[in-house]
């Protein structure tokens, strides 16, 4: 009996030269072997008779070899050989280059298959560089479905299949699926599914072992989410008193908390109620009011004496967040800091990292906002009651994964991609979620347009005319400084032209990644200052603010009404979805502007669909068609990887979904599941804790 778990350069037919080539198509061990599933099957199963070969022809064949012979041709020389076959029809001739030892492999009057291509050569047909096989029991190159790897160089189809093949005959793999699951959902065994996948006798049966081996996937990604799920819920985290009065908080606003809104506050005050961490995901489009819920949470927090950490991919948005919530809570007595890699502040006034840090590990901090930085290890809160990562999506899973070393804390992510429901169960699968599935009232739809460029000129009017009925407009460049490539527009040059040339009489500002904080800091401020209460002289607050991509996500000016990009086609849907998403914040009436440097951009399907659509679920399907789920959802550097398994299935994920729960409520350890619970320890999921 084999070990699966075996390194592949101590099997016979491996050897170390040969190792090192798998292992580049990421086999390591003999289980990674049996489960290196083709990429396809080429369909040999039916012969052809010798005399009804036609050029062009992909065929199979079954002959007699009545003579082999090979020789170095004059002329290019190379080495042809060459094999006369006959079956009861005709006979062809079968050519080979440069393999002289085929001479050696070939005998004549044995019978071979040989498959390969039908070509014309001197007015004859022939066989070109066919592939050979003798005749046996079972066939494994020729004469049937035969498997099609992805290959890596120096190893040949032939030469991967003999190994799998050889090692799917010795092994035997035992059922790890409970009876039960095997019978109601009329599943084949794994063993016989995985050796069918390499080496089925018919696509009937290729398919219920692609089925079964589907199910696996999906089965063991809601085992691995569930049980994570679980352990969170017998983990022990801070009781948290929820009868402290937030209705006064929520009067004090200058709008009412939307359903939406209140339905994802109530969630998440009764996850504080539990003994557990939670661990939940607020979803909700742009603009749809995320923050004032993450703020609500951590004023409960506060009241009870413990701490919150508020994470923000940009320093930018942990700026703007610090600054609201000091707004937010200015009548209430507990202390706010802001901590990123560059800035230091400690209630409102500017402090020094030291003292900063030394607020977070006394406890005398309670809500603490900033980037990644919070997460260097020097840094040890006091007493840290719940985390909130804002824009979950924009931090790595590295960064995330720092998390686990607060894994008594509640935790909350918010993002603005949507999830379809299958996603939601498999990759966040044991994360509670909740969702704004609307925007605050009174918000217009943003008319979106791509302008061309002869009609740049009447934009600029309306611009003109915007900022003199009091609103402001933002102007987003693919580029901070020029560079060689021609006709892209720079933050630099259009921030230069714009203040000088096209709006003198407008104030205008520049932000960017390479700027100092201080500045970046300044010109936020600036930019923020106008539609508030708090405008100074002229100098003190921007019309119009020219900027790279730092201002993607979060930022919040509602009273910014037009939002201008410049090279929109080089910009991402999703991206562009959240650029138009700093207007339309407020009851202003908000456009989208979308200028190109590219004639054809008219035709441009992410363009459109912007233009066509407001709604960012919409938007999120149309990226998956653009672009697939991978790249859009990250799951490989999840640790997901469906090689089989389609995510559309919604029906088969919630049975899966069913038999994981039941499976783990008997035995959350899997105790009596040896064989399942190697396979989970095997494949650890990388995850937001
Ligand atoms: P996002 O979900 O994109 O993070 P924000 O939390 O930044 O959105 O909210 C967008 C804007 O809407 C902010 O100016 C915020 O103050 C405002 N807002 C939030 N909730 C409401 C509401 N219920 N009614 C009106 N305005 C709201
Ligand atoms: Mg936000």
């Keep these: 009996m084999f070990d699966l778990t075996i390194p592949i350069e101590q099997l016979y037919l491996v ?3 040969r190792a090192k080539l798998l292992k580049n198509l990421g086999i390591k061990t003999l289980e990674d072997l049996l489960f290196y599933f083709p990429r396809a099957h080429n369909d040999l199963s039916k012969f052809t008779l010798i005399a009804d070969l036609k050029l062009g022809d992909n065929a199979n064949v079954k002959a007699k070899i009545l003579e082999v012979k090979s020789f170095r041709t004059k002329i290019r020389r190379f080495t042809l050989t060459q094999a006369l076959i006959e079956d009861d029809t005709a006979s062809i001739l079968c050519v080979w280059f440069n393999q002289p030892f085929l001479t050696r492999v070939l005998k004549k009057n044995e019978y071979f298959i040989f498959s390969g291509k039908v070509t014309i050569s001197k007015n004859r047909l022939q066989l070109q560089n066919p592939v050979y096989e003798q005749e046996r029991d079972e066939q494994i190159h020729t004469s049937r479905l035969v498997p099609l790897y992805s290959l890596t160089a120096n190893l040949t189809q032939k030469q991967l299949r003999y190994i799998i093949k050889t090692y799917l005959d010795k092994v035997t793999i035992p059922e790890y699926l409970p009876k039960d699951i095997l019978q109601k959902e009329k599943l084949l065994n794994e063993n016989y599914a995985v050796k069918t996948f390499h080496f089925p006798k018919d696509y009937s049966a290729l398919n219920q072992a692609q089925n079964r081996l589907a199910f696996d996937e999906i089965f063991q990604t809601q085992v691995r989410v569930l049980q994570y799920k679980k352990t969170r819920e017998q983990k022990n985290s801070f009781k948290i008193n929820v009868d402290v009065d937030l209705a006064d908080k929520i009067k004090s606003l200058s709008f009412e908390l939307t359903a939406g809104q209140k339905q994802a506050l109530a969630e998440i005050i009764n996850d504080f109620k539990k003994p557990f961490p939670a661990n939940r995901l607020l979803e909700g489009d742009v603009g749809s009011g995320k923050t004032i819920i993450a703020a609500l949470a951590a004023y409960l927090m506060a009241q009870n004496g413990l701490q919150t950490a508020i994470l923000s991919p940009t320093e930018v948005l942990a700026n703007q967040h610090y600054f609201n919530f000091l707004k937010l809570f ?18 409102g006034n500017p402090a020094t990292r030291a003292t900063v840090i030394s607020q977070i590990t006394s406890g005398k901090a309670k809500i603490i906002l900033g980037t990644h930085a919070l997460l260097e290890k020097e840094i040890k809160f006091a007493q840290l009651g719940l985390v909130i990562i804002d824009e979950q999506h924009r931090f790595g899973v590295q960064q995330r994964s720092i998390l686990k070393q607060i894994s008594n804390a509640h935790l909350l992510t918010m993002s603005a991609t949507p999830i ?37 000129t009447k934009a600029y009017e309306f611009i003109a005319k915007q900022i003199e009925s009091g609103r402001q407009i933002f102007v987003i460049c693919p580029l901070i400084d020029d560079s060689d490539k021609l006709g892209v527009k720079s933050a630099t040059a259009e921030f230069k032209k714009l203040a000088n040339e096209i709006f003198p009489q407008f104030e205008v500002g520049l932000l960017h990644g390479k700027l100092k904080t201080a500045e970046k800091e300044k010109t936020m401020q600036q930019f923020s200052a106008k539609g508030g209460s708090a405008s100074g002289g002229k100098d003190s607050y921007i019309d119009i603010l020219v900027s790279t991509s730092v201002i993607e996500v979060g930022v919040d000016v509602p009273n910014a009404s037009v939002m201008m990009i410049e090279g929109a086609q080089r910009f991402g849907l999703a991206q562009l979805h959240q650029f138009r998403g700093r207007v339309g914040r407020s009851d202003h ?31 999120a ?31 088969l994920v919630e049975r899966s979904r069913n038999y994981a ?12 599941y040896p064989l399942l619970k190697q396979k989970m320890d095997s494949q650890p999921l990388v995850h937001l804790e």
């Excluded at 200015?330 to 209630?347: G, P, V």
């Excluded at 429901?421 to 979620?433: I, K, N, P, Q």
């Excluded at 729960?661 to 009596?672: A, W």
């Design 420 to 456: 379809p429901r299958t996603l939601a169960l498999t990759l966040y699968g044991d994360l509670d979620l909740s969702q704004l599935k609307e925007l605050p009232a009174g918000r217009q739809k943003i008319l979106t347009k791509i302008v061309a460029e002869e009609n740049r």
């Design 661 to 672: 729960e039941k499976l783990l409520d008997q035995d959350i350890n899997l105790n009596n």
């Design 330 to 347: 200015a009548r209430d007595n507990f202390d706010i800091a802001l901590l990123t890699s560059s800035q230091a502040h400690f209630n």
């Design 15 to 17: 050897g170390p030269a």
């Design 589 to 619: 009436k908000s456009y989208c502007f979308l200028f190109s440097d590219d004639p054809n951009s008219i035709n441009n399907p992410r363009l459109q669909a912007l233009v066509e659509s407001n709604n960012g679920f919409d938007l």
């Design 621 to 651: 399907e149309k990226d998956l068609q653009i672009r697939g789920a991978g790249d859009l959802y990250g799951t490989k550097q999840s640790g997901y990887d469906f090689k089989i398994a389609s995510l559309n299935n919604l029906d």
